[in-house]
């Protein structure tokens, strides 16, 4: 397999956990004979500091000519006062934008060896397996219109949440094939009492499940989604939602991890596809060398799935991620009670290319006899 991959750092911790995720992309090439090249572009802050743009028109293009895209994150607070487009977080707007990934899948997977880094009880998050599946291009992140206007008591802000059928029937479709390939129950969430858009994307969710028989689907409010996801996870398989809810729940749903540095995503469905961890730049302990990378190092696996299809690969270096958490080996954010070994960013990203290596040798000799 030959893949081109472009890799936006970006800001803050960006570079360290991505830095880490291809070591592993790295090791995975090494191991299983693919060529993988890697190129590294601007974006967010560290772009508006070199070239006055969140996204550069050479990063855009390179990531368009590339087979998948690999971020770490953006955002940096001396670049807070800036106008909404030209703040790092424009810069990832626009690239999902162009790319056309309009579904974000995000998977809350609660290992059982850092179930006590949870504030939830263990016996609440063991077992949790949970794929968010978030509208990327639409709602209230990207509707116009919206603007800050006018003067003194009278100035005011807004902006449209709007959907449109063709969106919600395209996400939806990745959510009941997903669906379909896992335990067969998809739970779509939305605010259909008082939102127009949440009853069109009711009604299209309905339509569209006519086509997959197999899948159970379930409707759910999503303050009553937020509470059952720290009440019961196990209840979730998938859960289909909107771009603002989406971006809630899965943030919250780090609490069933322990933390929001053990969660990866994959913007699918257009032209190029994007990965990236779900965490932000931190930059309070940026270049400190404590960033937990295995939600880069797991979005490194999506990408493997994914934009590669080698599944193998991908499977392989989920499971050196679990091996190394239960051989005790923590970040200081998932330290829990059961944490042997505090390791930094880099230590972190070794422990999982070492495991990967190991596993593959396992299967060679197994292979062998």
Known sequence: MKLNITVLPGDGIGPEVTREAVRVLRAVAEVYGHDFSFEEHLIGGAAIAETGSPLPPSTLDACLASDAVLLGAVGAPQFDGLAGEKRPEAGLLGLRSACGAFANLRPIVCYDATADSS?????????????????????????????????????????????????????????????????????????????????LWREVVNRVAREYPQVRVEHMYVDACAMHLMLNPRRFEVILTENLFGDILSDEAAVLTGSLGMLASASVGGGTDVYEPVHGSAPDIAGAGLANPLGAIAS????????????????????????????????????????????????????????????????????AV
């Open 119 to 199: 504030p939830l009880k263990a016996e609440v998050v063991k077992g949790a397996d949970v794929l968010i599946v978030r509208e990327l291009l639409g709602g209230l992140y990207f509707g116009e219109p919206r603007a800050i206007q006018g003067e003194g008591a009278t100035r005011e802000a807004f902006n449209t949440m709007r959907y449109n059928e063709a969106e919600v029937e395209r996400v939806a479709r990745v959510a009941f094939e997903a669906a379909a390939a896992r335990g067969g129950k998809l739970t779509s969430v939305d605010k259909a009492n008082v939102l127009e858009t949440s009853r």
């Open 300 to 367: 490194a696996a999506l990408l493997l799935r994914y934009s590669a299809k080698l599944e193998q690969e991908a499977a392989d270096v989920e499971a050196s991620i679990r091996a190394v958490l239960e051989r005790g080996y923590r970040t200081a954010d998932i330290q829990g009670r059961t944490g042997k070994y505090i390791v930094g960013t880099e230590e972190m990203g070794t422990l999982v290319a070492e495991a990967l290596a190991e596993l593959a040798d396992m299967r060679h000799a197994y292979h």
